[in-house]
């Protein structure tokens, strides 16, 4: 009968773990700040134990879900006997409370990491580190076991079948989306730990920001997939074929990235010239608020949107508190902290070190921008004057035009020299690049599209001349070292990762000017035999068909697409799928992905005698932007595996005086 | 001491920031009733539950102080419900269900299994009543009055508590 028990078992462990990370806070820092090796020794152990017994909890509610245990509330609100196993796996994270436990299984996972990979740090570095990462997740754990328990349970009616997943949420898109971003949000506590440690420890050099810096990278690399995975999934699954809706949930997630890409470059100066100190700790601190912030978001309902799970006021107030006591304390330490460990390092207005300035006070400005287009409709209800909410025209109105000023600034960084260098050699590295960034983009919409788009010239240029300046670069530095190998050979896997990052930036773009103004979109009616061309493919419909899936039942529609002129053809096959359980209806689209175009095909209403309306759309280049994305996260992933990071470090011990010592990069 | 007090601003504006976050959530939860609140009863014509040939419309609240409950079959917490609007209907309340996203076979089924505390059921298959409700799922409940003005929106679940505490004051303040 010990399966009966599991949901008890699970929050039992949850309790436990609860446990654990209060005292992998407190010890470690009161022995930080007390000198106490014993004390401080409690923070392995602890982050070890935390992480066991989270994942012991986390694989309890799981086998609730796999056993199809509907005595426990989450299990019969999100899951059914009919669903198929592997969305019974990933329903567990599909609703408020799993997600929340997902949550502090990932912040245990990276405090875990964090244990064991930091064999080189300081003990009280290590200690306070730690120590910040189990306060997190004390208010996580206390979050979930207060307000979210996910193994409540419905006694004594159990109902017989569970009211099964959201059917948006059956999809494999949906399986690996959180995790991804939860990923994202969650890694960058361990900069924020760092930051926070360092600001304790009056401790904030070179080497601590190579101890930072490949976490951040991580945590990064992770947030920009989560989010790719998350606009591709909407482009599929929501049936309408857009890939960014400005939802208030997506900004969300857009706000860490933003202040975690500034926070990117900004520990890099600091790396590097020891400058930006302040501002570096400032920028950890802002990316971790706004991934709380994120999730306050999310959870507390204070804002509409497709994706809110729960509108439960008291979850709002917790998260809320929560929020308040970590960002409202680490700001107050940063206040009262900060001066001494700034440090300023003197920079000329023309070097690399000022156009990271620049990148980053643009970067906060398209922050500060979105997070207040997202709370405005709040402030404005706050403050008795309405309600309002703020579409895509407010953001994209700002949104580009900063990202084209932005990209100004990206061209001219990878050119540039650190410390000062000569406007005139500054302009001699990259005037042709310049011209040829301009003249490509200006022409190339008239060459391959036929049409000429003010938007997708300036989206052309803008990626050339991130691009064009790199390649010219590289091959300086190839130049320079005599034969290409040697060359090669010569640039770090970090230099190869900035490359492949911007690279990645210049594609998404692309991608989006491409998408945004040369997409076809035809909504037509289609019956059997029927037949409707769409930019120069034609879209037959074939037959029509019912048919029973596991737990829905579906129309599907067999379309034959051909390209004008070309004797092959290909079958589409949209589904219209009414989900069983929840009586739900769901759109599942016909995609034929290129990597130049995609065609979409997606059913809309029965329109009676066998027709149907369809929505048909030629979308080119729109693969460009998750591909961009993915050569993003390659980037972060790349610099993190360069040598610098895996050669054994100095000990360096506690005793040492606080050292604001320039270590060579 | 300059440099300190710009050191304070980001501290500060976090904690405007906060405050205004204070303040939505205690906003927020009012939002869809007072987007209903006072409002006539949307418009629809649908046909019952009971009798698929039966159409009925809003003029079903007219003269009466009525409770609308939306419930489905396939909602698990609509079931531990039922015995909380059979003790409303015992007590004289009366009450209208709406059978959300649901077939007429289970839906009856469920009726049979759990009594029926419904004078009647609009039959809502596709959710249109309850998207111009504003239903996020159900249950949800609404009381209208005798003009057919709805007066009171109950999210979620009916607690045995809230029979005597919250739902029979709110239908004698409204007869």
Redesign the interface.
């Known amino acids: 009968m010990l399966t009966k028990m599991i949901p008890e078992i699970g929050h039992f462990a949850l309790v436990i773990a609860l446990l654990m990370a209060f005292f992998q806070a407190v010890m470690p820092l009161a022995g930080a700040a007390t000198r106490r090796p014993l004390w401080m020794a409690f923070a392995r152990p602890m982050a070890a134990g935390q992480f066991l017994f989270v994942v012991f909890a986390y694989l309890c509610l799981t086998a609730s879900y796999m056993l199809d245990d509907?005595s426990v509330a989450n299990v019969?609100?999100n899951s059914n006997s009919m669903l198929p196993w592997y969305y019974k796996f990933s329903a567990v994270w599909g609703n408020h409370e799993g997600s929340v436990l997902l949550w502090s299984l990932m912040l245990a996972g990276w405090t875990f990491a964090v244990s064991r990979f930091s064999r080189n740090l300081p003990e009280d570095m290590v200690s306070r580190v730690l120590g910040v990462m189990g306060m997190v997740s004390t208010g996580f754990l206390l979050f979930v076991l207060v307000t979210s328990n996910p193994f409540a349970r419905?006694l004594p009616?159990v109902?017989q079948d569970?009211?099964?997943l959201n059917p948006l949420l059956q999809d494999f898109g949906l399986i690996i989306h959180p995790p991804m971003l939860y990923m994202g949000y969650v890694g960058f506590s361990v900069v924020f730990a760092f930051a926070i440690a360092a600001l304790l420890g009056g401790r904030l050099d070179a080497a601590w920001t190579r101890w930072a810096r490949p976490w951040t990278n991580i945590a990064w690399a992770f947030l920009t997939v989560g989010i790719a995975l998350g606009s591709w999934w909407a482009y599929y699954e929501l049936g309408w074929g857009g890939w960014w809706f400005w939802d208030p949930v997506e900004n969300a997630s857009l706000l860490p990235w933003l202040a975690g890409t500034a926070l990117l470059h900004s520990l890099a100066v600091t790396e590097k010239r020891g400058s930006f100190k302040?501002w570096t700790v400032?920028l950890a601190?802002?990316t971790f608020?706004l991934s709380l912030l994120g999730t306050?978001l999310v959870r507390?309902?204070?804002?509409t949107s497709v994706h809110a799970f729960a509108?439960d006021?008291s979850r709002?107030?917790f998260i809320?508190a929560l929020?308040?006591i970590t960002?409202?304390l680490s700001?107050?330490v940063?206040?009262l902290r900060?001066?001494r460990v700034g440090h300023v390092v003197p920079f000329s207005w023309m070097s690399r070190d000022a156009l990271l300035l620049i990148n980053n006070i643009l970067l906060v400005i398209v922050t500060v921008t979105v997070l207040l287009g997202t709370?405005y409709p709040?402030?404005l209800?706050?403050l008795g004057l309405g309600?309002i909410s703020v579409g895509p025209p407010y953001f994209n109105t700002l949104f580009v035009p900063l990202t084209v000023i932005l990209c100004v600034f990206m061209g001219l960084g990878p050119s540039s020299r650190w410390k000062r260098m000569s406007a005139r050699e500054l302009f001699r590295r990259l005037s042709l690049a310049g011209l040829a960034a301009l003249v490509i983009g200006i022409l190339a919409p008239l060459v391959v599209g036929g049409e000429w788009n003010l938007w997708v010239s300036l989206g052309l240029v803008a990626a050339l001349w991130i691009v064009l300046p790199m390649v010219r670069d590289l091959f300086d530095k190839i130049r320079q070292a005599g034969s290409p190998s040697a060359g090669l050979r010569r640039l770090s896997l970090a230099y190869w990762g900035m490359v492949l990052g911007h690279l990645g930036v210049a594609v998404t773009i692309i991608g989006v000017a491409v998408v945004s103004n040369y997409t076809v979109e035809r909504n037509v009616r289609l019956a059997p035999g029927d037949s409707v061309e769409v930019a120069g493919y034609t879209f037959t419909m074939n037959d029509l068909r019912s048919r029973r899936g596991p737990n829905y039942l579906a129309d599907t529609a067999f379309i034959e697409v051909s390209r004008d002129g070309s004797s092959r053809s290909f079958t589409m096959v949209p589904e219209k799928r009414l989900y069983i359980?929840?009586?739900?209806p769901m759109t599942q689209v016909a995609l034929r992905p290129g990597l130049f175009r995609d065609l979409y095909v997606a059913m809309g209403e029965d329109l009676g005698d066998g027709a149907w309306a369809m929505r048909i759309q030629f979308k080119p280049f729109v693969r460009w932007l998750w591909l961009g994305a993915l050569l993003m996260a390659a980037g972060g992933i790349l610099a993190v595996v360069d040598r610098r990071y895996r050669l054994k470090r100095q000990p360096q011990t506690s005793q040492q005086a606080p050292s604001t010592r320039e270590v060579p990069a | 001491m300059k440099?300190?007090l710009l050191?304070?601003l980001?501290?500060a504006g976090?904690?405007l920031?906060?405050g205004?976050?204070?303040?939505?959530?205690?906003?927020?939860?009012f939002?869809r009733d007072s987007a209903l609140l006072a409002r006539e009863f949307p418009a629809f014509e649908l046909s019952t539950l009971e009798d698929p040939e039966a159409v009925v419309d809003e003029s079903l609240f007219q003269g009466e102080v009525t409770l609308v409950n939306v419930w489905?079959e396939?909602?698990?917490t609509c079931?531990?419900e039922m015995p909380q609007l059979l003790s409303l209907a015992e007590r004289g309340v009366r009450l209208v269900g709406v059978d959300y996203?649901?077939?007429r076979a289970k839906g009856r089924e469920f009726l049979e299994e759990f009594g029926n505390p419904f004078e009647v059921n609009i039959f809502d298959?596709e959710?249109d009543l309850g998207f111009e409700l504003g239903v996020?799922g159900a249950p949800e409940t609404f009381l209208v009055d005798s003009d057919g003005i709805i007066r009171y929106h109950h999210?979620g679940y009916i607690k045995p508590e809230d029979v005597e505490q919250t739902i029979l004051p709110e239908v004698r303040k409204w007869q």
């Not at chain 1, 507390?300 to 804002?303: A, D, I, K, N």
């Not at chain 1, 359980?581 to 739900?584: K, L, P, S």
């Not at chain 2, 205004?20 to 939860?29: A, K, Q, R, T």
């Open positions: 509907f019969a609100n419905l009616s109902p569970g009211a099964d302040s400032l601190i802002l608020s306050f507390s309902g204070v804002l509108n006021p709002g107030l809320l929020l308040g960002v409202g700001l107050l940063f206040a900060a001066p709370v709040l402030l209800d706050a309600k359980a929840r009586g739900m | 440099r300190r050191l304070l980001p501290l976090f904690l920031l906060s205004f976050l204070y303040l939505g959530l205690s906003l927020d939860p939002h489905g396939w909602c698990p079931k531990q996203k649901d077939t298959p959710g996020y999210t």
